[in-house]
């Protein structure tokens, strides 16, 4: 739900200033394509901006007095539709079409409506192409804000109708203050336990918080332990896969692609972000040629692509864990 | 908030509003009607998002303290109507509960506060005009059935109202047919204005309006439909875009025309129909010196013929029609002849009363 009450995400305040810019100069797009990290706030950043466009007096941000503003507070304004995958990891055309109908009548209450679709590389096919005239010729007193995981495959039709905005991933040190001041009197603000959240989500804080809240990390820390045993050829398949499965396809992709990174630094003589992982990364950095190191990391994004269709996580997980052990050594893997 | 009110004056305007307010929602408030209780009146007013509903209570009323509150609509509504005629009810808030008395029962019911309520505020209106509610009902009924229904050509999925100086006119269409009505009255209108009532709309002023020579006055505002009508007030959205060109599509120039019994026509394509293919409903019909046969087959090679007289002169002519789209015209009109005015196999037909030019029908052919 709108968060107007909590302050701007730092890290996201100049592009907050860029956008208000536009609108002042009367260039704010009909279609804005919001694309950043998986955790990094994007979400947040669109309610803001919808509910700063439908403010009747919006300073540099939203007054929070008039009655837009405290309609969006209650999560009651009618002239805002959020699609989003409901029951199901897709947006589906049936919900584009009820948005497309919501876009071409009147506004109820407000000067303008507004849409956000949460996330634009969910759409499926059909649900891609149904808004595809909405977003061509949209009615002039609309807003679109598509969002975008960074990396992930949207229709290059949808993208070519809407200006790209890219939101920054913040400095670590500014995530991590901002962690910290999220975590206020909690327990858990031990500083290694935050940089290891962080680097498993990639550096995007929101996600980060998510991992601690959740207790994701001793679960990623059971994963770890899975992958390594695994590729010692210490466990089986099917038991290396439970961990990973208890947490779902999703983290599982986040954690891997997290250490296949790692990995791909470490073989091009950088540092690797998760030090947990570093001893097994390292090891299996001076074993594999790069080319591999990518292989691997191409198919965990495949394995994300996938996800919007029905992937059986099981099998999936499976298949993504005897991609790591392809890379380990062949007398390693013989004598297992 | 509190005050007391007769169960008849609170559960009329309640059930209308209750039948606005959709069941399933998106937004809890959207479920509550909001109460707005001033010293000497109550307003109620429900909202689907689409279409809003508010209702004037003056009568069998007494505010003890004004307040804004909004309570569940459907319990509300329900636990009136089980209460006995004639019963007081008294309605009062404490804290963010609602209870509600009379007699020996009481209710606690949960409420939101009245900001949460999304109700419109008074659009700059361009232009209002009053007439008969009947009149407009009637105008509506003729044309509404021929508003598509979710089509891509969202300008469709309504119905057109256009104001000139001297008329009222609805227009809907689908694009395989096209109804069409016009009102003659002093309107006042400088220049001809348009508005697309979308289809929900539509449907729910139909409901409201009454058949009596009681006035609804409608306002025609930049991005709403209002009217007023009696003690309630009815407020739709439209539908942004610009409406075809109707008079373009109005075939002109037909020289076969035909005067038919409305009803027997009627009974004759509803017999023929039912041995027309399920799904594309066509029939053909054969016109020639005062007859009209009707001829209907289907994959299952099951035939259908039928005939009926008619008042005709001229060259035979054989078209094909769906026969949804006839019947659904012959329903709509009302006197007892019909007058079809047809040019050739590919061109559209016009449909009208014999005695009553006000509204025509336009219904493309099909090739059989």
New interface residues.
């Given amino acids: 739900m709108p968060a107007t009450e909590n302050p701007i995400l730092p890290w996201h305040e100049s592009s907050w200033l860029r956008v208000v810019e536009w609108s002042r100069l009367d260039r704010l797009p009909h279609a804005l394509l919001l694309s950043a990290v998986r955790g990094s706030g994007k979400r947040d950043f669109a309610e803001r901006l919808a509910t700063w466009l439908l403010c009747s007096n919006p300073g540099d941000v939203a007054c929070g007095e008039c009655?837009h503003c405290?309609?969006r507070a209650?999560?009651?304004?009618?002239d805002i539709q959020v699609c989003t995958p409901a029951d199901s990891r897709v947006i589906k055309v049936d919900q584009v079409?009820a948005l497309?109908?919501f876009l071409?009548?009147?506004?109820?209450?407000a000067a303008r409506k507004i849409a956000i679709v949460d996330t634009a590389d969910q759409l499926n096919m059909n649900a891609a192409n149904a808004l595809l005239?909405t977003l061509e010729e949209p009615?002039t007193?609309v807003n679109l804000l598509l969002l975008q995981h960074a990396g992930q495959r949207i229709l290059p039709t949808l993208r070519s109708r809407c200006q790209v905005l890219s939101l920054p991933t913040p400095p670590i040190d500014t995530a991590r203050d901002w962690l910290l001041s999220r975590l206020e009197g909690e327990e858990g603000r031990d500083p290694e336990l935050l940089d290891h959240a962080l680097a498993l989500a990639g550096g995007a804080p929101l996600a980060a918080q998510a991992l601690i809240h959740d207790g994701h990390l001793a679960a990623a820390e059971q994963c770890l332990s899975a992958l390594r045993q695994y590729l010692k050829g210490q466990v089986v398949l099917s038991d290396a896969v439970a961990p990973f499965l208890k947490e779902g396809l999703a983290s599982t992709l986040v954690f891997m692609g997290r250490w296949a990174q790692d990995l791909a630094r470490l073989g091009a003589g950088g540092h690797g972000e998760d030090h947990q992982a570093h001893d097994m990364l390292s090891y299996l950095a001076q074993h594999n040629h790069p080319a591999e190191v990518h292989h691997l990391y191409a198919r965990i994004q495949e394995a994300r692509a996938g996800m919007t269709y029905n992937l059986n996580p099981e099998l999936e997980i499976g298949q993504l864990l005897m991609a790591w052990r392809k890379l380990m050594p062949r007398k390693q893997a013989r004598a297992s | 908030m509190k005050l007391t009110i007769t169960r008849e004056a609170l559960l009329t305007p309640l059930q209308a509003i209750a039948g606005v307010v959709e069941r399933k929602q998106t937004?809890?408030?959207?479920s509550n009607v909001l109460f707005v209780a001033e010293p000497d009146s109550l307003t109620l007013t429900g909202?689907n998002?689409?279409v809003?509903l508010v209702a004037h209570v003056n009568e069998g009323l007494a505010v003890e303290s004004p307040g804004r509150i909004t309570i569940p609509a459907r319990k509300l509504s329900d636990i009136c109507r089980s209460l006995g005629e004639g019963t007081q009810v008294e309605l009062a808030l404490q804290g963010d509960q609602v209870h509600v008395r009379s007699g020996a029962s009481h209710f606690t019911l949960s409420t939101?506060?009245a900001?949460?309520?999304?109700?419109?505020?008074e659009d700059a209106e361009s232009f209002r005009l009053e007439l008969a509610q009947a009149d407009l009902r009637n105008l509506l009924e003729a044309t509404s059935f021929a508003m598509a229904q979710?089509d891509?050509r969202?300008?469709l999925?309504g119905l057109m109202l256009e104001v000139g100086s001297n008329y009222l006119r609805a227009v809907a269409t689908d694009g395989h047919r096209l109804a069409m009505s016009t009102l003659a009255v002093v309107t006042g209108s400088e220049e001809v204005r348009q508005l697309i009532l979308?289809r929900k709309g539509t449907l729910e002023l139909i409901r409201l309006l009454a058949d009596a020579d009681t006035s609804v006055m409608l306002v025609f505002g930049?991005?709403?439909l209002r009217a007023t009508l009696g003690a309630y007030t009815f407020t739709s959205?439209?539908?942004?875009?610009k409406f075809p060109d109707y008079n373009r599509v109005i075939p002109r120039g037909g020289d076969k025309t035909f005067i038919a019994d409305r009803q027997s026509l009627k009974a004759t394509l509803q017999r023929a129909g039912i041995l027309s293919h399920e799904n594309i409903r066509g029939v053909r019909l054969q016109l020639q010196t005062n007859e009209l046969g009707v001829f209907a087959n289907n994959p299952d090679q099951e035939q259908a013929e039928d005939s009926l007289p008619v008042d005709y002169v001229g060259e035979s002519l054989q078209i094909g029609f769906n026969v949804g789209y006839l019947i659904d015209v012959l329903n709509a009109l009302e006197g007892n002849n019909v007058r079809m005015t047809l040019s050739n196999a590919n061109s559209s037909g016009l449909i009208e009363d014999v005695d009553n030019g006000n509204s025509v029908y336009v219904v493309m052919p099909m090739r059989l």
């Fill in positions: 009655k405290r309609l209650a999560g009651a304004h009618p079409r497309t109908e071409v009548q009147s506004p109820q209450v005239k009615a007193d | 937004m809890p408030v959207l909202t998002m689409e809003e939101l506060p900001e949460h309520f999304p109700n419109v505020e979710q891509v969202y300008y999925n979308p930049d991005n709403h959205k439209l539908i942004e875009g």
